[in-house]
């Protein structure tokens, strides 16, 4: 001590700061958090919400610090993006034991092996999604897109849901015919096989049909 320079933590390269983003899917890497980092999760309005962890600390006297230190400090394969939850918790001396250099290496390697993964699916993935829902005992259920991205899983939404409103219906004979001309008019314009993901919410005869 007695010197009043502050160490400072070095600058991380645009470029390195660049293949980070890329590498994570501008997701929280550290294992089970998955966090997308990049949109404000009140307004829902862009935003950069991401800090970069250091594995080995920047700084020999820091958490995980050793004598590669100064080497590590903007190389790509020492750095981690994370929320700022994530980002606390990795600094915090207090839980470098529990969270030692390994297994935050095993917590990024996982994170962008699986993004690479999951980024590389073809088109093949595609499947359109069809809803279809009538009142059930005066409720019209509802499911949550989230709810049918999670069911569909590993398989992506195409852009268009084929919704079949049957919820002002009141016939099985009238609801058939709604069910036929939606169906068609989507199949008439419509040439390429697809794959279907059925989301019925109605009740059982309508579903049957
Ligand atoms: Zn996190």
Redesign the pocket.
Known sequence: MGENKKMRRPPIPNPVQRELWIKSGGR???R????YLYKDGVTQQPRNLAHIAHIVSWTPAGPRGNENSEKLATDISNLML??????N?IDDANYVDKYPIELLQRFKREHEERIFRVTGMGQDYGVRIVKMWSKIQDQVPQISDQGIYDAIQPYYPLEDTLNIDLSQVEYISSAMETIRKIVDLHLLSNQKQEKYCLFLMSKIPYSCY
């Open positions: 929280c890497e550290f089970g958090c998955n966090k994370t929320c700022s939850e994530h980002n918790l």
